[in-house]
């Protein structure tokens, strides 16, 4: 079993900056990927950012958040972060960090086996 616990969300304007946390525990040797996915209210849950594996730097990134989102991880906290600038109204929505140890892509929501418990983020106009 694998642990996350996500933490940094909050209230930001519209141009603002929140950094996420994603700390992982457990057999996090069985992780290949780490990744970020957001759900907005009466909205699917959709892919945000992802990296693959803890020894790599291999990125993804949605075609919305490019450019203005980065992840990165700290092997030796067993973190992943989500550094977020130009925040948008859009950008509003519950965020979630979720592992994978399965083979497939990082961007479909159903290759992830385990999933944080969310934190709101909220980028006012």
């Known amino acids: 079993q694998v642990q996350l616990v996500e933490s940094g969300g909050g209230l930001v304007q519209a141009g603002g900056s929140l950094r996420l946390s994603c700390a992982a525990s457990?057999?996090?040797?069985?992780?290949?990927?780490v990744g970020w996915f957001r759900q907005a209210p009466g909205k699917e849950r959709e892919f945000v950012a992802a990296?693959?594996?803890?020894?790599?730097?291999?990125?993804y990134y949605a075609d919305s958040v490019k450019g203005r989102f980065t992840i990165s991880r700290d092997n030796a906290k067993n973190t992943v972060y989500l550094q977020m600038n130009s925040l948008k109204p859009e950008d509003t929505a519950v965020y979630y960090c979720?592992?994978?140890?399965?083979?497939?892509?990082?961007?479909?929501?159903?290759?992830?086996?385990?999933w944080g418990q969310g934190t709101q983020v909220t980028v006012s106009s």
């Open positions: 979720a592992a994978k140890g399965r083979p497939g892509t990082v961007v479909t929501v159903t290759n992830y086996d385990y």
């Open positions: 457990g057999r996090t040797f069985s992780i290949n990927a």
């Open positions: 990296i693959i594996n803890w020894s790599g730097d291999i990125t």
